[in-house]
């Protein structure tokens, strides 16, 4: 009975030790290595109202009525920039994270994810509808490059919006609004590396 005891407690043994050798010998596959770079000008931007105004004042006004629009959206973009900033609201860093999040498990050694542009544009629907924008693209070990533009490549319907009056004065909804726009807009570039396979 005592040898069968001790026979059992070796067999035991050395069986966790084979497992224990096991995992130690196992390869994890290390993590994506991703190099991510913004287009200037590296800041919030916004496209609303005001170009549709300047177009309609170009026929009176001339370029005058066009350099009036532009303003107009550059008032509102510096407004939600100011905002955003007394909050500490940091763009770059939130994309890495997200980025992190989303592609670092890839099977690949490294990818270059380029933000063209990142701020706000209006959206149809009552009141001052705006939604974030972020056009980014992934580019693979190949050189082969895939775009993604939140909020033009989505249905309207999963598209999360704010009045824009809302964001000019809360920063937890401009965080809100651009953790929705880069996990889509990541999410897709993911799904879409996996379905053009790992090129």
Known sequence: MRQNLVLRFLIFVIFSWILTACESNSVKPAATTIKISFSEPNRIRFQGKGAGAGAMLS??????????????????????????????????????????????????????????????????????????????SLKTTSGSTIRVHYPKDFSQDS??????????????????????????TLMTLRTQKDTNGSQ
């Open 59 to 136: 026929s009176s006004m001339g370029p005058m009525g066009i350099a009036i629009g532009v303003a107009i959206d550059e008032g509102i973009a510096k407004d939600i920039q100011s905002t955003a900033d007394q909050a500490n609201i940091q763009i770059e860093e939130l994309a890495r994270k997200l980025a992190a999040k989303h592609l670092s498990s890839l099977n690949m050694a490294s990818l270059a994810l380029h933000v063209e542009r990142y701020g706000f544009i209006t959206q149809p629907g009552a009141g001052d509808p705006i939604a974030a924008e972020i056009i980014a």
């Open 159 to 184: 598209i999360k919006k704010a009045q824009l009056e809302e964001v000019k004065a809360t920063p937890e909804v401009i965080q809100e609004l651009f953790v929705e726009a880069f996990d889509k």
